[in-house]
Nanobody, 118 residues
Framework: VQLQASGGGLVQAGGSLRLSCAAS????????MAWYRQAPGKLRELVAA???????IYGDSVKGRFTISRDNAKNTVYLQMNSLEPEDTAVYYC?????????????WGQGTQVTVSS
């Protein structure tokens, strides 16, 4: 099983970016999917998560600006980021709790850099 994240880049403050993360491999089912981020010198933090049924939660710093969604048919989770701020600069990681024939565990993508200039 692999998670492949894409969509990061450099954007000016106030701009928008959309991250995508696709899961592939021998997947039986996917439970929750999430985005985390880690800025230099800081701990990794939860940005947003979404259950298999579509229930969402957000970190306080991104509420009202970011939207998480998923396409279950494509095993893909998205993060729409609007009104970006320099404080959003970080490496963004996707994660998913995946059930395969052998086990159920969390998997992580490789990370994608988001840089917001002031």
């Amino acid at each position: 099983v692999q998670l492949q994240a894409s969509g990061g880049g450099l954007v000016q403050a106030g701009g928008s970016l959309r991250l995508s993360c696709a899961a592939s491999g021998s997947i039986f089912s996917i439970n929750a999917m999430a985005w985390y981020r880690q800025a230099p010198g800081k701990l990794r933090e939860l940005v947003a998560a979404i259950s298999s049924g579509g229930t969402t939660i957000y970190g306080d710093s991104v509420k009202g600006r970011f939207t998480i969604s998923r396409d279950n048919a494509k095993n893909t989770v998205y993060l729409q980021m609007n009104s970006l701020e320099p404080e959003d600069t970080a490496v963004y990681y996707c994660a998913a709790w995946i059930v395969t024939k052998a086990q159920a565990k969390d998997y992580w993508g490789q990370g994608t850099q988001v840089t917001v200039s002031s």
